[in-house]
């Protein structure tokens, strides 16, 4: 693999390469996940934060894991609401879609 160049010869520095990237794969900034992610619980609530987690974002579209079906639910019947809220902390329409999955929590050890 060659390394990314500029017009004029020069390489591209390493972080102007990978935000290339990530745009090509419609990933969003490190930056934007990870504010997401800290202000998690402003977006949907301290209780319902303990059992749904933002997994990735790609053109758009949110993956959330949740711990159970009624939180699958109440997701999907928050969704608007979600959205606007997500608009106003990262950013009009970096978040278009949600969309989410079910996956159970394993049994604590011992148990």
């Keep these: 693999m060659t390394p990314r160049r500029r017009r004029g010869g020069d390489p591209v520095p390493v972080g102007e390469a990978l935000d290339e990237v990530r745009s090509e794969l419609g ?14 619980s402003e977006v949907v609530g301290a209780d319902v934060a303990d059992h ?4 990735t974002l ?3 579209v949110l993956r959330v894991t949740v711990d159970d ?4 639910t109440r997701l999907r019947y928050l969704a608007g609401d ?3 809220r997500l608009d106003a902390i990262v950013g009009a329409g ?3 879609r949600i969309h989410v999955a079910v996956v159970a929590r394993s049994a604590p050890k011992g148990s």
């Design 94 to 96: 970096e978040v278009v």
């Design 58 to 60: 790609r053109a758009g």
């Design 69 to 72: 079906a009624i939180w699958a």
């Design 27 to 40: 990933l969003p900034s490190a930056d934007l996940l990870a504010s997401l992610r800290e202000r998690w």
């Design 52 to 55: 749904v987690t933002p997994t």
């Design 82 to 84: 979600l959205l606007d």
